[in-house]
């Protein structure tokens, strides 16, 4: 069992920057892949960005490409996600994700075994 918690959540001016963290305990981290999966109100999750376990692969969605920066601290359990140059439209809930692969790093919520709670991101305009 792997337990997730995101936190750096809040509201922040569109053109802004914002950082999430996304700590892991329980089993050890090694051999997950990370993702992060937002959802804004009426809309289902969607993929954000994923590293592979290595940190030597990552993967975004064309809407954050360019903006957002995944990245992962194996020593402190932790992954990051860096935002910058945010829209109201990045406006929802982040989750954070642990996928139990050491190869690769899924793009699909179905391929993730471990979700955090959320938090929520709203970008002002």
């Known amino acids: 069992q792997v337990q997730l918690v995101e936190s750096g959540g809040g509201l922040v001016q569109a053109g802004g920057s914002q950082s999430l963290s996304c700590a892991a305990s329980g089993r050890t981290f090694g051999g997950y892949a990370m993702g992060w999966f937002r959802q804004a109100p009426g809309k289902e999750r969607e993929f954000v960005a994923a590293i592979t376990w290595s940190g030597g692969s990552t993967y975004y969605a064309d809407s954050v490409k360019g903006r957002f920066t995944i990245s992962r601290d194996n020593a402190k359990n932790t992954v990051y996600l860096q935002m910058k140059s945010l829209k109201p439209e990045d406006t929802a809930v982040y989750y954070c994700?642990?996928?139990?692969?050491?190869?690769?790093?899924?793009?699909?919520?179905?391929?993730?075994?471990?979700w955090g709670q959320g938090t929520q991101v709203t970008v002002s305009s």
């Open positions: 994700a642990a996928q139990k692969t050491w190869a690769w790093a899924g793009t699909d919520r179905k391929e993730y075994d471990y």
